[in-house]
């Protein structure tokens, strides 16, 4: 029996419990009964492409995008552990080891030097580069030479300064200066004054007058007083 004789008899039957004064059915029901396997029997049944079963069928359809990066990772590499920065051992006819791409940013992002990258310039734009650059350094050459100079004439100045004190007595007078005015011979008090200067005393009591400050863990703002000021 097909199933569109089954459901005739059971609409026959429906018939007979709902009209149990009839025997046999009535002729519209026998003319729809006709005109319903007619239409069975012509109708074809198609199946559904696998496109629409892609489509709308979770179970088909792929869980990971190629775009995220479970998708990422399943097209580069097969990982046993979630997250591992140990090399997998691997064939050697598969072109090398595979490289997890989360773990090539993290190392790129960590060890990354800070010193940029060189710059590639034009030929004018080398030469004005190259322009700029001498005369700095120049201008920081002539900057260094006039403060040897400096520096240099200051040593000079202190260094004729002790001469002087240790030539001359507690008069400030020298041996030529006392000849010619008929003083006296030597006595202890010539070079009293540059002894007095070499003793320093009482100098590391406090601040040296080469740092000019106080001892500190931190460097100064100024690596040397040049003015010799407190």
Known sequence: MTLVQQGSSAEFHANLFLEPHRTTPPRKTTAMLRRTASAASMTTVTTPSMALLRLFSPTIRSETLPWTARGCLAQTQQQIAHFSSTEQRQKRNKGGVKKDPRIVQIRYHLQH?????????????????????????????????????????????????????????????????????????????????????MMKNKVWDGVPIEYARIQTETPPRDGWNHGWTR
């Open 113 to 197: 030097p800070l010193t940029p990258r060189p710059l590639r310039f034009s030929r004018t734009r080398a030469l004005r580069h190259w322009t700029i650059h001498r005369a700095w350094q120049r201008y920081q050459t002539a900057l260094r030479e006039n403060r040897q100079l400096e520096l240099e004439r200051q040593y000079n100045s202190m260094n004729a300064a002790c001469e002087a004190l240790r030539l001359i007595d507690n008069h400030g007078l020298t041996a030529d200066e006392r000849s010619t005015l008929g003083v006296g011979g030597e006595s202890k008090e010539m070079g009293r004054l540059y002894r007095i200067a």
